[in-house]
């Protein structure tokens, strides 16, 4: 049997800040950036705010010690995480990865933020764990086929971006090896996220990428503290790939690791839309300038997107 988790999990413990190229770090740090900025602006202008704050304060986790971004006082770091991704995910604004068909901040950085307060680590430690992260929930995402993983009705921003913020979480923590193989054993326990939210908008979508982070971090305190989690989480006979895809690709997961950096294949968007109507606004853009269109000299228009690409890289 192949044993992707276990090369994944040595990857993690043993990434240093030190062994990263030098355009891996430095895109990192621009996306940690942007990650703050959406959360800055989603903290005071999305409806879902304010119901989520008031139900963590009602949970008792407010006043707790770690930092939510745009907020005075401080939450339970599993709560931080929460709030971090949730805010992140909350305007469609957040990065991309075309390939994992997902968006990876906003599930790690915000375990990566938590777990650096839990443990006074600094910004070396933070970017080498977002990085972490980013390798991790990408290549999981990959191995998933994602066409097949949105088929089967799973949100893999969600889903794999438990295991990403467990990685980010791990390497601040410092697991070892079979340390951050348990926490991935806990997040395939953990792994959630439905499309039901299509039906009528609702917040789910951005809740579950919180609760990715949430959860992430939870699995790696655990692994640090000895739980012992599933073997084989991602390759098993009931592990993640094989439960959430019908026909996974391993071998993505450990391709190239340690040399092609999926980090660098992370996009920033220009729009806070989902990333299959970026041509579509640049069209209009476009024509709108040559033509000097304004609204009341259009009817209509007509976009079609084809089901090619779909099948190529999934939905947004």
């Known amino acids: 049997m192949s044993d992707e988790t276990r090369t994944l999990a040595e990857f993690v413990s043993a990434l240093s800040y030190a062994e990263l190229p030098e355009p ?179 917040w789910n979508k951005r809740l579950q990428v919180g609760a990715a982070a949430m959860n992430g971090l939870i699995a790696a305190t655990m692994a640090r503290h000895g739980f012992v989690g599933a073997a084989e989480a991602l390759e098993g006979r009931y592990g993640f790939l094989r439960a959430y895809a019908p026909t996974p690709v391993f071998a993505r997961v450990t391709a190239a690791l340690g040399s092609h950096w999926e980090t660098l294949q992370v996009g920033v968007k220009p729009y806070p839309s989902c990333r299959f109507t970026h041509p579509a606004v640049d069209a209009i853009l476009a024509l709108h300038a040559r033509h000097d269109l304004a609204a009341d000299d259009i009817e209509a228009v007509t976009i079609g997107l084809s089901d090619k690409g779909l099948d190529l890289v999934g939905r947004p």
């Open 24 to 202: 891996v770090a430095e895109r990192a740090k621009l996306l940690l950036l942007d990650t703050v900025g959406i959360a800055v602006r989603a903290r005071h202008d999305v409806d879902s705010t304010a119901p989520i704050l008031a139900a963590v304060a009602a949970l008792g986790l407010a006043g707790r010690g770690a930092t939510v971004v745009g907020e005075a006082q401080s939450y339970a770091p599993p709560a931080a995480a929460l709030l971090n991704g949730t805010l992140a995910h909350s305007l469609d604004f957040d990065d991309t990865h075309i390939g994992a068909s997902l968006h990876p901040s906003a599930p790690v950085v915000p375990a990566a933020l938590a777990a650096c307060e839990m443990t006074g680590a600094g910004g070396a430690a933070l970017v080498t764990a977002i990085v972490a992260g980013y390798e991790t929930l990408c290549r999981v995402s990959m191995a998933l086929e994602p066409p097949q993983h949105y088929e089967r009705g799973f949100h893999p921003t969600a889903t794999a971006g438990t295991f990403g913020a467990a990685a980010a979480a791990g390497c601040v923590f410092g697991l070892s090896a079979e340390q951050m193989a348990s926490a991935f054993g806990v997040c395939g326990s953990q792994a959630a996220g439905s499309l039901q939210f299509l039906a009528n908008g609702a």
